[in-house]
């Protein structure tokens, strides 16, 4: 065992090392020997009685260099009276001028988990911890890398909003590499090699936006690619609208059967979700198109995108931000789920930020939430009953709209995935921008794990890794202020840590055999970021996955404003069974969210069902 030393020689907020930088006469700080965790003496208390900003900042300047990694770990209580009220404990690095250091992301290798990528990331936020709500003891840790150009940290803590708080037990320690179960990653297994099954040159109707599904019912995939529009609201409000502006349909041949609005290159560019999915809504075994237009709801039909029902978006409601620059929503993420029957068909329609609406597939509105939006909502049956909860970035919700838990956490909910564990707990993992990455117990909220290392952008699980039970694994990534990407255990362990690059999220089940690889604009990466299937002659653009041809094996769909590529694998499959997780590929979102589960098909060939029968009797 390796001694760590603590950098933070004042973790209890006793020496005197800590100064108030910050204390308005409606905030009162004080030390505290009653509220304290087991075995701390004591800790910092913080009482406000308004809003403006309090803060602490360590004396200490510590001395630090790029690329060293470091662990900060927090013990914070909290009783805030309001859920915009928070503290947070934020790891400053400044450069040689006394700045904080801006970060600058140059080369992008795997898809970003927005719908877009920059260059410029803001200012570095690596290892913030933040919190909000009401809370007994939690110990929160937090991990980061510094970013070139960094020489000194600057430890800082402040917070805002009436309610107390109790902080302790500060802790820094160099290497955060210690607390990362690395694996020794095995050889890499011969993949097939990608083949262009497909290369479509789009025409002005290119969207970032696509959706994929057999919209004419002969048998093949098409491709609906979506534009948006920015309409100025009526009323004045800073919030950013976008609106659905074209579908076009195509086949894989890159022939029009419809387009329902006005293409315009301009529409490509998107910077949130767009509500539009493909799914068997009436069940007759052919595809429809549910979107939002001019503030409709719009069932078309997929064949020839003809208006089936259409119905009005529902009200704007402002909720907990500004969202009601027009008397009815435009509509920003759809997610299909089943809140009334066996099958799904369902579905919740939501703005942005502030507002759900639940609804069947008769278009009935049948209950509503206002909180804090995630970027897509999540769904699964956590009771078992047969029916969907939804959660809403902040509370989960049954099938009749009743709240079965909520949760205070800071930022909002950029993604999120549910799960069991290998002790078959249900599991929610989120990716909660600022405020971390959380692994809460699905049935009550309660949070079993928690990781501050970034930006928390996307988390997704997928059998991405042949060292874990089933391969199961989830892949995250931060991306404001740095992008990094992580692999997680279902126990919320981390795996693989790396500060320097984002390989993607996308699973892709390339090889058939159980193990699924991440999906970027040029290749393929594995579970522990290595480039495994190179795209031959790749162009940049965002990445989907699709059976769309061949066997049940996975094609890859990159697309940018002109061109769309297919990639396929270069042989076939040999095998007696073939991996074929269960998805809701026709939920799809920009937002990462990405829930993959085992399961195996057998093949049916002649050939193979012979081996597979002798090997029976043997
Ligand atoms: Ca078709
Ligand atoms: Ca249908
Ligand atoms: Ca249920
Ligand atoms: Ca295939």
Known sequence: MIYLENLV????????????????????????????????????????????????????????????????????????????????????????????????????VGDSGEPFFVEDLGSWRGGVIGATGKWGWRYMTGGFMIPDGGVQMNLTLYGAGPGKVWVTGVELYRNFYSTVKKVEPPDIPEYPKAIVYKRLKLGEYAGKVLRIGDLNGDGKVELLLVQKINPKPIKQSSVNYVALRCLTAIDLNGNILWQLGEPDPSGYEVWSDLPVQVFDFNRDGKMEVLCCKDFKIMLLDGATGNVITETDTPESNSGEGPEDGFPRILGDSITICNLTECDPGDFILKDRYNNLWAYDREFNRLWSYTGKMAHYTQIYDVDGDGFDEVFSGDA?????GEILWRIDLYGHCDSSIFYRDREGRLILALAYEDGGFYFLNALTGEILREWHLGHGQGVNLASYRPDQPNGL?????????????????????????????????????????????????????????????????????????????????????????????????????????????????????????????????????????GSFQENLRG
């Open 9 to 108: 020689k004042d973790p209890y907020f006793t020496s005197g090392l800590w100064k108030i930088t910050s204390k308005p006469e409606e905030v009162r700080i004080s030390s505290d020997r009653v509220q304290t965790p087991i075995g701390v003496k004591d800790s910092l208390k913080v009482e406000s009685f308004g809003w403006s900003k309090w803060c602490l900042v360590y004396g200490e300047k510590l001395q630090v260099k790029p690329r060293e990694t470091y662990r900060l770990n927090v013990r914070m209580m909290l009783n805030l009276e309001d859920r915009k009220a928070s503290v947070v404990l934020e790891p400053q690095i400044l450069d040689e001028n006394g700045e904080k250091v801006k970060v600058t992301k140059k080369k992008w």
């Open 473 to 609: 694994a989830i892949a995250a990534n931060t991306f404001w202020g740095g992008a990094f990407w992580f692999i997680f255990s279902l126990e919320g362990e981390i795996l693989h840590a790396d500060f320097t690059d984002v390989y993607g999220w996308v699973p892709v089940n390339w090889s058939g055999d159980g193990i699924e690889l991440i999906g970027s604009a040029y290749g393929l990466y594995d579970g522990y970021g290595r480039m495994v299937v190179e795209f031959p002659d790749p162009h940049d653009g965002k990445v989907w996955v699709y059976n769309v041809c061949g066997d049940q094996r996975d094609e890859v769909i990159v697309w940018n404003d002109k061109l769309l590529s297919i990639y396929t694998q270069d042989r076939g499959f040999s095998g007696l069974k073939i991996y074929t997780p269960k998805r809701r590929l026709y939920n799809q979102t920009f937002y990462g969210s990405f829930i993959s589960e085992p399961n195996w098909i057998y093949v049916k060939s002649t050939a193979h069902r």
């Open 396 to 400: 989960l919700i049954d099938q009749n």
